[in-house]
């Protein structure tokens, strides 16, 4: 069935504002901070903060997003692990992804966690990826209604047990999603396991609750949402027929550094990766204190939540520990998100090769001595 396709510009702009992950807005070299964060400390008419009682440690810009992925550092701050360790933390905020690699072009900031982003922060502004530290493939799923053929036929691909469908159900099918984001790469995944491509589909582009609610109307037969939107479809009874999980592909959120800081900040480095693992060891550990914070931190940047989403997000998007840093081959999963991007001209292919130079796991192995 003939496919259509949404142009990679609207792509692009739709994904800079997702949870999962940004895909590329175009470069622009414009101020990106544009509010301050009450994490602690007092606040700089820059919209930065530095904790107190720390003139004399070196300072460390790092940029924190109104995301899961910035928990580990408000942690940080609010239990003293960065003076503790010898730094001070100023955070710098943005509103996604696309905002903070605009903004490292100016040196804007130093330290940051990315996870799809991470992809362009590396090949074309030549910052690091020094650590994976969450899991962001969580709550990344296909779905499709209970009485859908498809939700019938589950392990077909025996290697894959969980995954429903089968190319007699898929063929033809309308599967509605954010195209080019990673959920768009969910659905590539799945019909690749279970022997099809996107020629035997029909891929519409939607925002992600629109595609939800067309997947409700019956004018699509799946929908590939991310969270909060797929949390909201499974609780209402939708079938998860695939997730990256599932899949067995790899999404994390990363520490990325920029080439300035990568050059003359080593030795801080080192020292906020360690503070940085202490703190998701401590959240690891304790879900509930995660999740009374990560709703915290919803609502002090005007995101609405409750207690009991933030708790599914912390079980579905757990941040890596200390020991399982030392298990994890950090760029596997920028690689895979760049691989897609070049596939769906969303990165020069030229620029590729740049990813897997910008990866370093010295500073990790370091930190965490192993």
Request: overall charge negative; aromatic content about 8%.
């Amino acid at each position: 069935m003939k496919k259509r396709w949404i142009s990679i510009v609207m792509a692009a702009a739709m994904l800079a504002g997702t949870l999962a992950g940004c895909a590329p807005k175009p470069v622009e070299a414009t101020p990106a901070p544009t509010k301050a964060t009450e994490v602690s400390g007092d606040t700089t008419e820059a919209g930065t903060q530095a904790a107190p009682d720390t003139e004399d440690l070196p300072v460390l810009k790092v940029a924190v997003m109104p995301f899961l992925n910035s928990i580990p550092i408000k942690y940080m701050i609010d239990q003293g692990l960065d003076t503790k360790n010898g730094f001070k933390i100023e955070t710098v905020y943005f509103a996604n992804g696309g905002a903070m690699n605009e903004a490292l072009a100016a040196d804007q900031w130093e330290v940051g966690t990315l996870s799809a982003a991470a992809v362009n922060s590396l090949a074309i502004y030549g910052a690091y990826c020094i650590a994976d530290i969450g899991h962001s493939e969580g709550g990344l799923y296909t779905l499709c209604k209970p009485d859908s053929p498809i939700a019938k036929v589950k392990g077909n691909n025996p290697s894959y047990p969980d995954v429903y469908g089968d190319a007699e159900t898929l063929k033809g099918a309308v599967i509605a999603t954010n195209t080019g984001t990673i959920s768009h790469l969910n659905v590539i995944k799945w019909l690749e396991k279970l022997g099809l491509t996107t020629e035997d589909v029909e891929i519409v582009h939607m925002d992600f609750p629109s595609a939800y609610q067309a997947l409700m109307t019956g004018n699509c037969d799946v929908a590939a949402l991310n969270p909060p939107t797929s949390y909201q479809a499974e609780g209402e009874g939708m079938v998860i027929t695939s997730s990256l999980t599932n899949l067995g592909v790899p999404q994390f959120d990363s520490i990325i550094v920029s080439n300035k800081a990568f050059t003359d900040k080593r030795d801080v480095l080192v020292n906020y990766v360690k503070a940085f693992f202490e703190a998701t060891d401590a959240l690891q550990a304790d879900p509930d204190m995660a999740a009374q914070l990560l709703l915290d931190w919803y609502t002090e940047n005007g995101s609405e939540s409750s207690l009991e989403a933030c708790k599914t997000e912390i079980e579905t998007r757990p941040f890596v520990t200390s020991e399982e840093a030392k298990t994890i081959t950090i760029g596997d999963s920028v690689q895979i998100t760049g691989e897609f991007w070049v596939s769906q001209e969303l990165l020069e292919e030229s620029r590729f090769p740049d990813i897997a130079k910008h990866v370093d796991d010295t500073i990790v192995k370091e930190a965490l001595g192993y």
